[in-house]
């Protein structure tokens, strides 16, 4: 129970949260904007020591290096503070000559759990099954309830990257899964993580396909034919032309299986 206490939790996909021992961390230190960014960029390299001068010209941009550096060690005091970090007591933030890091035995996070999922996904060297990799997409589905946290004021390069690097990789995952599901004919799953994947990426032709093909396989081909129609409204008015022709070979081969199975009825 005392290490319960002791453990802090944050979490970055759908906003910055902060917690300890299951509790919202609400302490006024957090409202001070760089001690939260510091904090998500210190849970986004998972443990690694990342130097201070990065950290202060991440942060601090337009500063002088010395100035940024200053900055950088008042917000690393005011971010201790918020942890609740002590001089006799738990440590969770680590330094190692210049570099600095969270302290990963007392501070988790959703990017960590969801990284070693699509990890063991993606690498595809764990020697899992079929169902036991689905089941590990459905979980980093229930860990990305949202993109990455970034910052609304002077957002360092640095997070806008790792959004669009986590929201590929869960994508990514989804795609794996469905194709898993598919093989499986575990529709009921492959529909799941094909919608999640459209409600990120829903202008990606590989994820439209395979839409398409999940709703095929659950006779829904008037699906298949909306998404078809709205993805070629969205590539004309963003001047990209027509869909690529494996999605129009895959919609014409669909469609008239729709056709043969009208007139027989």
């Not at 440590?91 to 969270?102: K, R």
Request: charged share 30%.
């Amino acid at each position: 129970q005392e290490l319960d206490e002791e453990q802090v939790r944050i979490n970055l996909f759908g906003g910055f949260r902060a917690e300890r021992g299951g509790h919202v961390m609400v302490d006024e230190l957090w409202k001070r904007k760089k001690a939260s960014v510091l904090a998500a960029r210190l849970v986004l390299a998972e443990g690694s020591f990342v130097p201070r001068d990065v950290l202060a010209g991440e942060l601090w941009p337009g500063l002088a290096p010395e100035r940024a550096k200053s900055n950088l060690y008042t917000t690393l005091s005011t971010l201790r503070g918020a942890l609740g970090q002590r001089q006799m007591g738990v440590n969770y933030l680590v330094t190692q000559g210049e570099g600095v890091a969270i302290n990963v035995e007392y501070i988790s996070s959703d990017i960590m759990v969801f990284n070693a999922l699509t990890r063991q996904v993606l690498l595809r060297r764990n020697g899992a099954s079929a169902p036991q990799l689905i089941e590990l997409c459905l979980k980093a589905e229930q860990v990305y309830v949202g993109p990455l946290y970034v910052p609304d004021r002077n957002t360092p390069r640095f997070f806008v990257n790792m959004r669009r690097v986590l929201q590929a990789k869960f994508v990514d995952c989804m795609m794996r899964g469905v194709e898993l599901a598919i093989d499986e004919e575990n529709t009921g799953a492959a529909i799941w993580m094909v919608e999640a994947a459209l409600r990120y990426e829903p202008r990606r032709e590989d994820v439209v396909r395979a839409a398409m093909r999940v709703y095929d396989l659950d006779g829904r081909r008037r699906e298949v034919e909306e998404l078809f129609m709205r993805h070629g409204v969205y590539l004309r008015e963003h001047g990209g032309g027509l869909p690529e022709p494996e999605t129009r070979a895959l919609y014409e081969r669909i469609m008239q299986r729709k056709r043969r199975h009208g007139s027989v009825s």
